[in-house]
């Protein structure tokens, strides 16, 4: 799939969260497979820029191209200049944010609450599109499929988007009043998918190879968008490359290799962090690890515990790697998924 002047390797791409998708877990989608990864929303306040966790968010050292930067806000100026400071600081693609459900964001109502005011949302992708044509770089939207469901408006701004100049949008399967309660729903993707001629992402639910490729097949979009289902689980991105180009189901890692990245995981969060915000932060992680990896009943929650009394990176470190060993050499982990399709499912050997 071309973007701008980039070949992207694969249509999978990491989906964008704020707290969780931050530059080491990026890396590591990309290295696990996904071809593409946008960066967790950047506040368009210029007020806000220089503080630590926005200049976080805007570290992309060592990340492969291309840099997609997600920006969030409600004016279109401040969008527009938003664009040039991110574009300045490494970014080479720039993403609207219209799907975020969160009611303060930037202190107002931004994110999905952009497809209420249609008028708006066309001012602020104009501006934003005309901060980065000088600079060769394209603008993406992301969205939902409208505000609720008397008002699904995606298509409309979808058509309308494109011609002020988005290259590529993606289309969480939900309004902004379901929040991410119910099942995405892929038909309006598919529907958009018929009217544009720019690329078009399907997101939402994603959370196997066999969905992944449903999901392709019936909506005929162009790439789909993966969130929660890589949080503690980044390694579906291989698996899904794996299974849309052979047709077979990729054995889960063992978890030797599983620790390997673990490990590398922590040393790059905790380069971006510091220890002390580092270690907390990582935890997050380190539950879903444990949850998503095959251990025997009990044994995450005893995990997170211990996890969450340690202090200090040394120690964090110490506890995943003697953890991964123990959990390695105790139970041997049978690589037959549970079921054809499901992905990555252990079975413990009794
Ligand atoms: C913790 C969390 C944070 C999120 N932050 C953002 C964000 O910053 N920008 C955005 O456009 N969407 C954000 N989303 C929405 C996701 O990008 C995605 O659209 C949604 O989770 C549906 O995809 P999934 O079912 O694969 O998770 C967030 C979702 C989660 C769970």
């Known amino acids: 799939m071309q973007l701008g002047a980039f070949t992207l390797p694969n249509a999978l791409f990491a989906a964008p969260m704020a707290g969780v998708t931050d530059r080491p877990f990026r890396k590591l989608c990309k290295r696990l497979g996904a071809g593409y990864a946008v960066s967790e929303m950047v506040t368009s306040r210029p007020d806000l820029q220089d503080s630590l966790k926005t200049s976080r968010r805007a570290n992309h050292d060592g990340e492969s191209d291309p840099i997609a930067v ?29 799907g975020c459900p969160a009611k303060k964001v930037c202190n107002k109502w931004a994110g999905s609450a952009l497809m209420q ?25 992301k ?11 995606a298509p409309t701004l979808a058509l309308a988007a494109e011609s002020a100049g988005i290259q590529m949008l993606t289309v969480h399967g939900r309004t902004r009043e379901q929040g991410y309660k119910g099942e995405a729903e892929h038909d309006t993707v598919a529907h958009i998918k018929s009217r544009v001629r720019i690329p078009v992402v399907a997101n939402g639910d994603i959370d196997s ?32 490359a794996h299974f849309l180009a052979t047709g077979e189901e990729l054995p889960p890692p063992d978890l030797s290799e599983v620790r390997t990245w673990l490990l590398e995981h922590l040393e790059d969060h905790y380069g971006l962090y510091g220890e002390f ?29 211990r996890i969450n009394e340690l202090t200090t990176c040394e120690a964090q470190l110490r506890c995943v790697s003697d953890s991964l060993d123990e959990w390695r050499d105790t139970h041997e982990a049978l690589v037959t998924p549970d079921e054809p399709g499901s992905g990555t499912r252990w079975k413990l050997a009794a």
Request: net charge positive.
């Open 209 to 240: 190879p066999r969905k992944a490729r449903d999901v392709l097949q019936r909506t005929g979009a162009d790439a789909i968008m993966i969130g929660r289902a890589a949080q503690g689980r980044p390694w579906i991105f291989r698996e899904i």
């Open 117 to 141: 005011d249609e008028a708006l949302a066309i001012d602020i992708v104009q501006a934003v599109v005309a901060a980065c044509e000088p600079h060769g770089v394209p603008v993406t939207l």
């Open 277 to 305: 915000t580092g270690v907390r932060s990582a935890r997050k992680h380190l539950g879903w690890y444990a949850n998503a990896l095959p251990l025997p009943l009990g044994a995450a929650a005893v995990f997170r515990g």
């Open 70 to 98: 997600q920006i969030a806000g409600t004016e279109a100026a401040m969008m527009a200049d938003a664009a040039r400071y991110n574009i300045d600081r490494g970014a080479q693609i720039i993403d609207i944010n219209m």
């Open 143 to 153: 969205m939902r499929t409208g505000w609720c469901a008397s008002m699904r408006n």
